[in-house]
């Protein structure tokens, strides 16, 4: 019996010792003829304490089941046995506690540069002379290890390739292994960097590509700016944050994404893109810093995403009017594109269990989730304040209680925050419009001075194949009995610029600039009108409205 406790106290003692041991990563480039073919990952760490050490890799990244895919040629040395994992990583056999190093190679996802018709990025990006990647599918990790602390080194050797991450800061934040898989790395040797001073101090930007609308100075400048009015509404004080701009290659329309890290952001953007399209993407993947990462833990299969997607949203355009960077008026188109995205959309009144089943394929389904969740923080702000109260003191109050339980669950906080705050429950409301997808309606003075009515008008038709005209580089799919046709848009002819036109928005005239068979060029305009009608909310800012009216109603709309 002694013999049997003593061997269970050894393993116990090994297994804290791995445990205890960091777990350290080296990342560098592999160039060949100069140029950049892979990049490899080198881990070394303790084995586990009965002998069997499980390398693997996430289990699933924005919907993909298999991100460790693009793992390649590992080699584990110090093991006795190493048997691969279909989805990457490996079974390990080695002696307790045994020194471990493994090395493999991340190839890319892509074969040529990413475009604006791969706006969601779930694969690695590494070619000839650039890469962009996630920390969660570059990472392995052992198994149940991933609180243990990290360390992380980049290796450029004689590449000439620089290098910016959120990973450079690992060591003075005592990162984890958790830090290492939500990370973003870019490099390149045409990687730009600017760094900020003064009140922008600890703020990086780093950026590739050439964009159309604006450069460096202008993006940092916008993108600090919002970074310190979030700061300021968390009452945060300053600590260092990296943005990372890619380009994607413009092929039919203007795109964008972006992914919050808990100490950066990471932006894929297409070049051809205005910088004030930008304003929401940035204050939106910006107060991912806090939510939800500060304010509690997200349920499975994305049943709290109105809360993480849908409230950053609100806050997105809350902060943009706060900061001065929107206008009342911005403020206002802003909320109309979602108000009419919101009433045409198909998904408009699915309900929590189809949108949990359906999240990651089916787009209406992810994207209802957003707007669905803005609308709602917009309902209870507008309770909250006809009780003199507001939405922001319930954020505040859940990151309380996250702080007091770092176990407890997004939803559950937000529910005792808001009774905290106002004394009474939000749960039937939840239940109605989240649970059950009840359409939301909103009412006139639940954004304070604006006014909201309700409009009828005809669906929206491009009157031409989207995807079919951005494959082939020419207009295809062009519906004789549609808009498009009606205005002289044939099969065939090149587009050179897109002027006007809004997402949904049939009353919205498009007007494209294209040449034809003859290498001349005309413009053609058109409203996208299509079959049918649709009805939606809208709101409107009142013209009888003084300045000093204006003024109290941005005040009122921002929270203060």
Not at 258 to 268: K, N, T, V
Not at 402 to 423: H, M
Not at 537 to 560: F, K, M, N, Y
């Amino acid at each position: 019996m002694r013999r049997l406790y003593l061997g269970v106290l050894f393993a116990l003692l090994l297994r804290t010792a791995a445990n205890a041991e960091p777990v350290r990563y080296a990342l560098s480039p592999v160039v060949e003829n100069g140029a950049l073919k892979v990049l490899a990952v080198d881990i070394d760490f303790k084995g586990d304490a009965d002998g069997l050490t499980v390398l693997k890799f996430i289990d699933s990244f924005q919907g993909d089941t298999r991100p460790g895919r693009f793992a390649e040629g590992l080699e584990i040395t110090g093991a006795k046995s190493v048997t691969p994992r279909p989805e990457g990583g490996a079974l390990i056999h080695a002696a307790p506690g045994a020194a471990l190093h493994a090395r493999y190679r991340i190839r890319s996802g892509y074969d040529k540069a990413p475009t604006t018709q791969d706006e969601t990025q779930t694969k690695p990006i590494v070619l000839p002379d650039w890469f962009y990647v996630s920390g969660e599918l570059v990472f392995a990790y052992p198994e149940g290890r991933r609180d243990t602390t990290a360390t992380f080194r980049w290796d450029a050797k004689a590449s000439g390739f620089r290098f910016a991450s959120d990973l450079e800061q690992l060591a003075a934040r005592h990162g984890t292994v958790d830090d290492m898989l939500d990370s973003i790395m870019i490099g390149s040797p045409r990687l730009r960097i600017t760094e900020g001073t003064g009140a922008d101090a600890g703020l990086r930007l780093a950026a590739l590509g050439a964009f159309d609308a604006y450069d460096d100075p202008a993006f940092s400048g916008m993108a600090f700016r919002l970074i310190l009015a979030e700061r300021a509404f968390w009452d945060d004080g300053p600590t260092p944050f990296l943005v990372t701009l890619a380009p994607l290659e413009t092929r039919f329309g203007e795109s964008y994404s972006g992914a919050g890290r808990s100490d950066a952001f990471a932006l894929w953007v297409g070049q051809t893109l205005p910088l004030a399209d930008l304003r929401r993407l940035l204050a939106h993947e910006y107060f991912h810093t806090w939510n939800a990462g500060q304010l509690g833990r997200q349920g499975p299969q994305r049943r709290s995403a109105w809360l993480s997607e849908g409230f950053t949203d609100f806050y997105a355009r809350r902060l943009l009017l706060r900061s001065g960077v929107f206008s009342l008026a911005d403020y206002v188109a802003a909320w109309n594109e979602d108000l009419l995205g919101y009433g045409v959309s198909p998904a408009r009144n699915a309900d929590e269990e189809a949108i949990a089943k359906g999240y990651w394929q089916d787009h209406a389904l992810e994207e209802v989730t957003y707007k669905r969740g803005a609308l709602m923080a917009a309902l209870f702000e507008a309770q909250l304040r006809r009780d003199g109260l507001g939405l922001d003191a319930v954020m505040r109050a859940m990151r309380g209680l996250y702080r007091r339980d770092p176990k407890s669950a997004l939803r559950a906080n937000f529910e005792t925050a808001f009774k905290i705050v106002s004394g009474r429950s939000p749960v039937a409301e939840i239940d109605r419009h989240q649970t059950r997808g009840e359409t939301l309606t909103p009412a006139d003075g639940d954004f304070a001075c604006l006014t909201i009515r309700t409009v009828t008008q005809p669906g929206w038709s491009l009157g031409f194949d989207p995807d079919a005209t951005a494959e082939k580089g020419a207009f295809a799919g062009v519906d004789p009995a549609g808009p498009a046709y009606a205005a002289g848009l044939r099969d065939g002819m090149k587009r050179i610029k897109r002027e006007g036109g809004a997402m949904n928005d049939s009353s919205v005239e498009i007007a494209y600039t294209v040449s034809d068979a003859s290498g001349g060029q005309r413009v053609i305009r058109y409203r996208p009108e299509g079959k049918g009608s649709v009805s939606f909310q809208r709101l409107s800012i009142p013209q009888d409205l003084t300045p000093a009216q204006e003024a109290a109603c941005v005040r009122t709309l921002s929270g203060l």
